[in-house]
DNA sequence: ATAAATCTGTCAACTAGGCGACACTGTTGG
DNA sequence: CCAACAGTGTCGCCTAGTTGACAGATTTAT
């Protein structure tokens, strides 16, 4: 559990902010706790506000007519989300769902736009974010187009691994990824079967263990190895 | 051809800047000519500057290993280029080059980061240019995992239509397309055979007529209906 | 302790799209 | 005008990944 002020000055987003602004954020935002599986958001709604995940994990994700998902993003505590509907004022890209028993900070959006008029100078603390997103969306639109199955599963490991890792192992460094082969898959853009068969395999070729709900990785050379 | 002044004038990037900073600008930049199939910059290259482009084209790209190429975005005169690397100080993502001969508008980056560190504020112009961008890379990223080809293609064209459009039919309206459609593959990360049949596909079906180099939309609202 | 739910492993049949090949058409440059 | 080049249409074979099905393993809830 993370508190309310920790949230607001953990995250990069508002850590190089000025202490008056963080103060005035603070009065203004209120706490939302979450059942599991409950709507943040949806895609298509008006932008309201800002959302800062303090306990549990939000799933931000798109789906198609007919049902499928595409699992875009894990957000964890201490993370922000719904900036860009905050910025440019269009709807909500994704849909923004509890995983679990979620608190959530929320803040108004129309004091943020009254602050951000106030002092514009504050918008370059969003441009680090935004390159960051857009950064890793174009190596998503990369990946899809250019390379196997085998290398983009590799290099979302590695990248789940440094967002989300946990260390299981007592060693000091994150080897555990928590999330059902299906999740895997759904962020992939891929059947389930097509994931748990690479796993296999990369199981077989020592690199990583599998067990129920998570996977560990145990030669993260070897997996930087399989890499375009 | 567009001259200096309206390239950096023009753009919504620069269009909302105060004037005295327009005329810093144009006094730092400097017009480079390309030859077809020049180099603008190179993926991993450092970010020594922004790019306007002025004459010509410019092709964004990623080429992988085994010589496979996306292309990511066309650069028309008017648009800009290499400014995320500007903001975030990281290597160029994409490989640049000149369709054609090529007039661009270089500023160097050491110029623009000391305007922005003198004047923070200008920060904002940026923001509506990368949620744009980065709603636009998430689009990509979602068709890929849960559209079909049918699908993409349609929306592609729709969008290409729009940016750039050419009214050859004195209709006042945007209805042509010119790219081959070897280019168009590779926009959707797909072989031209597979878009060939697509294409053909939409022109038995009356929705577009295909010619040397260029396919022009007959009916937009067929098209929109293909979309997901 | 047991039932329900969730997750994993692995079939076999199917399909979209890849790749190579080649003929043909349109364009451009000498 | 002709040669070289760029772009298109269409084969047929092949592979990666889909879909559906089902059994076994692990976890959670009662």
Redesign the pocket.
Known sequence: MIDKRQILSANPLLSGLPADVVEQLMAVSVVRTLADGQCVYSQGDEGDGLFGVIQGRVRLSNTSKDG?ELLVMLVEPGDWIGEISLLDGLPRSHDAFAMGECAVLFLPRAKFDSLLKARPELYQHFIPMLCRKLRLALSYVEGAALF???ERLAQRILELLTFYGVDDGGSGRLIDVHL???DL?KML??????I?????RL?TEGVIE??????RVLNKAALERELA
Chains 1, 2 share one sequence.
Not at 196 to 200: A, F, I, P, T
Not at 210 to 215: E, R
């Open positions: 499928k196997s199955l085998t059902p082969q299906e898959a853009g891929v059947s389930r079967q097509a748990s068969r690479e796993l296999k199981e599998l067990s129920y709900g998570k996977l």
